[in-house]
Nanobody, 117 residues
Framework: QVRLVESGGALVKAGTSLRLSCHAS???????????WAWYRQVPGNQRELVAS???????NYADSVKGRFTISKDNSRKMVYLQMNSLKPEDTAVYYC????????WGQGTQVTVSS
């Protein structure tokens, strides 16, 4: 059973950067690599929203709200998915999760990102 472990969240000031990491533990490269991966975020009381995605061929897509500021990447050999977040805004405050684009894995605990103004 693949376990998703997110890390890298923190309390930061607006305009700064953070890099989030997601490790798909108990996975193997042959299972990890063909999947399309994504980062999501959720604010209490709101639905979880798709922030960024990366396909098996490394094609990326972003929500309009983060386009030009966030970059998703992955390392198949390490079974890692990353989210580089630049020029952070208070509205980026949320718990961030990774999963496949199909959301077919159990959700991890997420990592809290808080951006102060």
């Amino acid at each position: 059973q693949v376990r998703l472990v997110e890390s890298g969240g923190a309390l930061v000031k607006a305009g700064t950067s953070l890099r989030l990491s997601c490790h798909a533990s108990r996975s193997i490269t042959s299972v990890f690599a063909p999947k399309d991966w994504a980062w999501y975020r959720q604010v209490p009381g709101n639905q979880r929203e798709l922030v960024a995605s990366i396909t098996s061929s490394r094609s990326t897509n972003y929500a309009d709200s983060v386009k030009g500021r966030f970059t998703i990447s992955k390392d198949n050999s390490r079974k890692m998915v990353y989210l580089q977040m630049n020029s952070l805004k208070p509205e980026d405050t949320a718990v961030y999760y990774c999963n496949t684009l199909k959301e077919d894995l159990d959700w991890g605990q997420g990592t809290q990102v808080t951006v102060s103004s």
